[in-house]
């Protein structure tokens, strides 16, 4: 019995597993983005979850313990740097998983696709908005401040305008009309 076993063996032996989980955590703060089975993102999402919980705190030991996954200086600082700072203040929800509608043609597995969200354009949508009365009174005091920051302008005296040479208008000439072919 398999009683208190978390994780889908996914057919392959643990170093096999631990290295498959390692290059598509790569893949996906490579490209934002990966394409694959649907047992295997579900896995996946704990390791990629984990190492964006140890961009949040962005710390040396948290570094070290994502160099241990992501095998690669270059990747580690875009995750602290870039992947990292988008989920502050969030907790959780850093990847989503869409399935296609398609399965792989080789033995029919449910395919999907798994990708970085980006949670900081849906904070800032979701961010509740001040009540009209004082989005008003803020318009207000911006325009006062404005116009309290702009020097007074000089008018200038306006020179007369010359008069416009009288022209003689061509007269008109009717064109003929073209005949309508039937």
């Given at each position: 019995m398999r009683h208190n076993k978390s994780g889908r063996k996914l057919n392959r032996n643990s170093s096999h597993r631990k290295a498959m989980f390692k290059n598509m955590a790569r893949a996906v703060f490579a490209h934002e983005t990966i394409r694959t089975t649907e047992a295997k993102a579900k896995e996946l999402r704990a390791v990629v979850d984990g190492l964006i919980t140890l961009a949040l705190k962005d710390d040396l030991q948290a570094r070290r313990q994502a160099f241990k996954v992501l095998g690669n200086h270059k990747l580690v600082q875009h995750l602290f740097d870039?992947?990292?700072?988008?989920?502050?203040?969030?907790?959780?929800?850093?990847?989503?998983?869409v399935k296609l509608a398609n399965v792989r043609p080789g033995d029919a597995a449910p395919m999907v696709i798994f990708e970085l969200t980006k949670l900081a354009e849906k904070k800032a949508e979701a961010a509740p908005a001040e009540t009209p009365k004082v989005e008003a009174k803020a318009k207000a005091e911006d325009k006062a401040a404005d116009k309290a920051e702009k020097p007074v302008k000089a008018?200038?005296?306006?020179?007369p305008k010359a008069p416009k040479a009288a022209t003689k208008a061509a007269p008109k000439v009717a064109k003929p009309m073209k005949k309508a072919t039937v």
């Open positions: 870039n992947v990292g700072p988008r989920y502050v203040g969030g907790q959780g929800g850093y990847t989503r998983i008018a200038k005296p306006k020179a």
